[in-house]
């Protein structure tokens, strides 16, 4: 979309999303004048939030309630009122798309009690939450534009498959936003543009020996979401666009695995899961203590010693201990083997801080191993500067973690850390040619029947096609680790095959190979199709030449006839 009056980014979490937005005018005259809507109530405690939590509530005909905080708190009160059976209630389900190899539109997930919907149902009407949530926001402002005018992005980790991104995309058609207003953002890059704008002094860790902005400064990017940990290496151009140094990697280590270790904690006390049974019995009480929880993970850092106190639901938590274990929870903590380390005060409990600490090990771990990955894959380049964007980055005890395993880096955390993709995508949008060029996660390719060679390909693969010798093999488009600058095209030529023929159908393979040999080899899968459209059919054969573009966020492609040298109409079909 060329020259968009306005841009709005919707920043979609695993735990928390939200929108920013800016007009051309202010990203011209001042680029980091981005308005990030900040009236997300956060619940009883009545904080004002940059982002709410992603979960969703609909009614009995599946039309939208509520999403965020009020959807947390309205179901709430529904369960407590046994007023929810007729309901949907939906949250976290963003990583059902990275859990899922095989995403597609008929994908169906669960809501909390197990009720199925399709996912872009699901996924859309999220979206669509939070444009309509904008568009509020807009009006009570008083300011009107035209939908056609806006430029909307879209953000999700650079480690999702293009079926995942093909996915986002479908879902926001159903929140009204169509193709041609929708940029996909790929989360770390979206933070490291961000990043390239701030003053030194808003580079918490930072020196002045070296800058972010200066010409060829090379840095990893290590965003930490609720979900997922994405990480990237990046250097910066003279011209001030950026060039990825190696293709992004990432694992599901998240803020939300160190909630998940925090629930087996209690599994593992009282011998039942708990903490699921408080959340479908009592979701007022769960909330309650998710929300002390998640304070506790900001505030808990290497230094802390002693124990650490936030209040729990205690009486609801006794009483379902009761029915499952005819004991309160103070018993079973004595029975168990934490029972020197988590004491029952009050309404309060208190954990040792080592035992907090315990909780953030596997994630830690798993993160120090993606940084070291890193590092090998660019084993001849130093990567002085490690950036720490995300919301779970903004963890003191994650911050020291990295620190203490890379002493010989700097480890920076910019300010408005868990902002920083949000914030970045809206520049984004203004600049897609921020990015110059990308690294190739996987190899591409079509199939392809050729001479079989008994000293290249497998004798199993030899088929005998019009008496002769042929073999299907992997036809390169492009390889895996290959930089493709934005712009640049690579051309393949396709014939029909029958007379008359209206589309070409070609299909796509993917693979996590450098040099796979078959389409069916291990680490090889089916992509999608590309579908061209034959202008003019003819009892003649055509040749389509076909432009892919690997420099984007997702592939694209575009086709011409040779005969008339008029353009075809493409689609690919992923899902």
Request: proline share 3%.
């Amino acid at each position: 979309m060329a020259n968009p009056l306005m841009v709005v980014a919707i920043d979609f979490g695993t735990t928390y999303s939200g929108y920013a937005f800016s007009t051309r005018s202010d990203f011209f005259r001042e680029p980091l004048k981005i308005h990030a809507n900040q009236a997300w109530n956060s619940g009883k405690k009545q904080l004002l939030s940059l982002k709410t939590p992603t979960c969703l509530l609909l009614g009995k005909n599946k039309e939208t309630v509520a999403f965020g905080y009020e959807a947390e708190d309205a179901y709430a009160e529904l369960v407590l009122d046994n007023k929810h059976k007729n309901y949907y209630y939906f949250d976290k389900f963003k990583m059902r798309l990275y859990e899922n190899k095989d995403v597609n539109c008929e994908m169906e997930i669960a809501d909390i009690v197990g009720k199925k919907m399709l996912a872009t149902e699901v996924f859309g009407k999220s979206i669509k939450a939070l444009s309509d949530h904008f568009v509020d926001l807009l009006k009570t402002e008083g300011a009107s534009i035209e939908w056609s005018e806006i430029q909307w992005v879209l953000t999700v980790p650079a480690i999702w498959s293009d079926k995942a991104k093909q996915f986002m995309r479908t879902s926001a058609e159903v929140a009204d936003i169509q193709g041609g207003n929708l940029l996909i953002a790929l989360e770390p890059e979206a933070a490291s543009i961000y990043c390239q704008y701030l003053p030194n002094e808003k580079l918490t860790g930072k020196d002045n020996s070296v800058n972010l902005g200066d010409d060829g400064v090379i840095y990893m990017i290590v965003d930490l979401g609720g979900g997922t940990a994405d990480l990237t290496v990046h250097e910066k151009h003279k011209d001030g666009s950026i060039k990825e140094l190696c293709r992004a990697n990432g694992e599901d280590c998240g803020g939300t695995s160190v909630d998940a270790a925090f629930i087996r904690l209690f599994d593992k006390i009282s011998g039942f899961a708990m903490i699921n049974k408080l959340k479908k019995d009592d979701p007022s009480s769960y909330l309650d203590l998710t929300r002390e929880f998640e304070t506790v993970k900001r505030k808990i850092d290497s230094s802390s010693t002693g124990k650490v106190n936030f209040c729990i639901p205690l009486s609801t938590i006794n009483s379902i201990c009761k029915k499952q274990k005819r004991c309160e929870l103070e018993e079973l903590i004595q029975k168990s083997s934490f029972k020197n380390k988590i004491l029952i005060r009050g309404d309060k409990i208190r954990i040792d801080a080592d035992l907090i600490k315990s909780l953030f090990a596997k994630p830690i771990e798993k993160i120090t191993a993606l940084v070291k990955e890193m590092n090998t894959q660019l084993k001849a380049t130093d990567i002085p500067l490690i950036v720490m964007v995300g919301g779970f980055s903004e963890c003191k005890l994650i911050q020291s973690a990295l620190k203490q395993a890379f002493p010989q880096k700097r480890v920076i955390v910019p300010e408005d850390a868990g902002i920083s993709v949000l914030k970045g995508a809206v520049l984004y949008g203004h600049h897609p040619e921020f990015i110059a060029s990308r690294v190739i996660r996987y190899s591409y390719g079509t199939d392809s029947y050729v001479d079989f060679d008994p000293f290249v390909h497998d004798a199993s693969r030899k088929e005998i096609m019009q008496g002769k010798e042929k073999c299907e093999v992997f036809d390169f488009i492009i390889h895996q680790h290959t930089q493709a600058v934005i712009g640049s095209e690579i051309q393949r030529s396709y014939f029909t095959m029958y007379p008359f023929q209206t589309a070409m159908p070609i299909t796509l393979y993917v693979s996590t190979n450098e040099n796979p040999k078959y389409v069916d080899e291990e680490g090889c899968s089916k992509f999608g199709e590309v579908v061209v459209d034959i202008p003019h059919p003819s009892e003649e054969n055509r040749t389509v030449i076909v432009n892919y573009n690997f420099g984007k966020t997702e592939l694209t492609v575009s086709a011409r006839e040779v005969k008339f040298g008029s353009s075809c109409r493409t689609r690919i079909k992923l899902l």
